[in-house]
């Protein structure tokens, strides 16, 4: 199928900012008593929204975080990706090619607004993606849910109007591929370390290990 849209996560797909993030986020769970490293927060928190990390961070602790600290966790994120964030290898060039091809496109993400543009202003993808991101922050704002939820991916779709069967999706993370699944998109997934068996048992068409892999299945 040559899809009327590409949808493309951010982290994980676009830029590498997992292990930065999920250092950041370690290293706050262990101040609060829950002692993890990055990989373990890789583990236990990949693909999820912050609001959506709070109950789960909780019921470890067996109590409540202070009303701050999903803002502050966000300001922490911001600062340090602002500094660290890095290009996902190839990712440049397949934004231009698929703009160059005429497909239309779009990011939806669970990361905020703020992090997604000091990511893109850090990896010189301002330009190219400007108009063309949905955050999850802003689903949340409207009444919606981010992902494993669908809202985030047909926010995108609306956003194109595009219907959601004529979009494809480009997603590395579990609970990112159950929520394209579940708006009714076709998915794939990169996965460029290891098997993508998780991502398969979720519903991904396809995994691919290289970015431009893509363009295989755009024909």
Not at 81 to 106: N, Q, S
Not at 206 to 214: G, K
Request: proline letters at 4%; one cysteine or more; hydrophobic letters at 50%.
């Amino acid at each position: 199928m040559r899809p009327d849209l590409i949808i493309f996560d951010c982290d994980g797909v676009l830029i590498d900012s997992e292990i930065v993030a999920n250092r950041v986020v370690a290293a706050e769970m262990t101040r609060l008593g829950w002692a993890m490293d990055a990989q373990e927060s890789m583990r236990q928190f990949l693909g999820m929204n912050i609001g959506d990390m709070q109950p789960v961070i909780e019921a470890r602790l067996g109590r409540s975080l202070p009303a701050d600290w999903r803002r502050a966790m966000a300001d922490q994120l911001v600062e340090v990706l602002k500094e660290e964030a890095a290009l996902i290898p190839g990712a440049d060039a397949m934004l231009e090619k698929v703009t160059a091809l005429g497909f239309d496109w779009r990011i939806a993400s669970n990361s905020s607004d703020e992090e997604m543009a000091v990511k893109f202003a850090r990896t010189g993808l301002s330009e190219i993606t400007a108009g063309r991101c949905i955050s999850a922050g802003r689903v949340i704002a409207r009444g919606g849910r981010a992902k494993p939820a669908p809202d985030v991916f047909l926010e995108a779709a609306a956003d194109a109007r595009i219907a959601p069967e004529r979009c494809i999706v480009l997603e590395d993370s579990v609970l990112g591929t159950r929520a394209a699944v579940a708006a009714g998109m076709v998915a794939y997934g990169y996965d460029p370390h290891g098997d993508g068996a998780k991502l398969l048992a979720e519903g991904s068409r396809r995994v691919f290990s290289r970015l431009d892999e893509i363009f295989e299945v755009l024909a």
